[in-house]
């Protein structure tokens, strides 16, 4: 019964690697880490996460200089 059950697994893992092996290269688009990095910080500021990670940080400083530890 287990050796059965390890015997699917082991056919649908080979599917799958066989799946990933056979993708289609050509339709990958190029990657720029350093253009994706810009883009992620400029939105990061634009969105205005940039206030929030800066109130978030001042307000656990000083619960963490009230509290101590």
């Known amino acids: 019964m287990l050796t059965a059950s390890l015997q699917d697994l082991g056919h649908q ?8 092996a056979t993708t289609d290269y050509g339709r990958l688009s190029r ?6 990095f810009q883009n992620a ?23 963490h200089s009230f509290i101590g530890s």
């Open 13 to 20: 893992v080979a599917k799958e690697v066989n799946v990933l």
């Open 41 to 63: 910080f400029q939105n990061f500021i634009k969105s205005g996460q940039v206030w929030a990670l800066g109130i978030g940080l001042v307000v656990g400083w000083v619960l």
């Open 31 to 36: 990657i720029d880490i350093l253009a994706d």
